[in-house]
């Protein structure tokens, strides 16, 4: 009975020591999967804190990019009376349109990296997944955006250009009209060659006497010389003595001699004497 005892006792003895080695293989077990999973999850915490933290400096480069009214700042429009270089303006808007397009291009190509590292690695969070379409579709509506500002300013080049060619047709013919203005005509000449001309006729008068040369007012371009008294106000004589016949405002002008056989013939007020536009001068 002592033997069954006693060999009863050893066998729980050895129970014991089997479940309490069992029992401590399994703790050192779960310790050091609780230590993996504690490295485990301190990773993918650092990880999502990057991924995130790098979707948020994605988002502030896409922030970056200005759209919308104030897109339309970008170049301060030159006044009419500033000298604009062609094709200043239009440079500097492509310009800044092209520096937009490669930082939407930059911030796609890091959206993407930031995708592939991440399946890659095989970290894959609903959260993030989320955030990174939502970089996508704001990357793509803002360039869908400087497409569209890229086409409104190719329209308004040709819109440009199409009033700075009307402009520069209205300024030719300001210049056309002015020159028309400013342009008198005149003819000199002895009394025999302004009657041969037709220039000039004898009038008035009593049986031939006390007749007065007045233009005939038939002007024959070949007998005028066009003077711009924009440009020019003063018209030679080559003679001793000399005469306007035509009605300009005698105020309007000055004759006086310059030398042996020259007559100086200086306009003063080129508006009153424009007036007039047949100038005709008879030499003596």
């Not at 033997?3 to 050192?28: E, N």
């Not at 190509?109 to 995708?115: A, G, N, Q, W």
């Not at 003077?227 to 000055?254: C, F, G, H, M, W």
């Amino acid at each position: 009975m002592r033997k069954v005892s006693v060999f009863a006792l050893g066998l729980v003895s050895v129970l014991l020591l089997g479940a309490t080695i069992v029992t401590y293989v399994q703790y050192r077990k779960s310790a050091a999967q609780y230590a993996a999973a504690t490295v485990a999850g301190e990773d993918t915490r650092l990880r999502y804190d990057r991924a995130v933290s790098e979707i948020v400096t994605i988002q502030d480069s896409l922030n970056a990019i200005v759209l919308g009214p104030a897109a339309n700042r970008v170049v301060p429009a030159p006044s009419l009376d500033e000298a604009q270089p062609p094709g200043t303006l239009h440079d500097t808007v492509l310009s800044r349109i092209a520096s937009l397009k490669g930082a939407i291009e930059r911030t796609k190509e890091r959206i993407e990296e930031l995708d592939s590292r991440l399946k890659k690695n095989g970290f894959q969070i609903a959260g993030l997944e989320r955030m990174i379409a939502g970089l996508r579709r704001s990357a793509s509506e803002k360039e869908e955006r400087i497409a569209e500002l890229s086409t409104q300013v190719d329209t308004l080049q040709t819109r440009v250009a199409g009033l700075s060619t009307a402009v520069e047709d209205q300024q030719q013919l300001l210049v056309e009209k002015q020159t028309e203005i400013a342009t008198v005509y005149y003819a000199m000449g002895t009394k025999k060659e302004l009657t041969n001309s037709g220039v000039v006729a004898s009038k008035g008068g009593v049986l031939g006497i006390g007749k007065t040369l007045e233009p005939t007012g038939r002007f024959d371009e070949a007998a005028f010389v066009a003077i711009d008294t924009d440009r020019e106000n003063v018209i030679r004589i080559p003679a001793d003595k000399a005469r306007v016949l035509s009605a300009q405002p005698v105020s309007s002008y000055v004759l006086q001699p310059i030398g042996k056989e020259m007559i100086e013939l200086r306009i003063i007020d080129p508006t009153a004497f424009r007036k007039v536009k047949h100038l005709v001068i008879l030499k003596a």
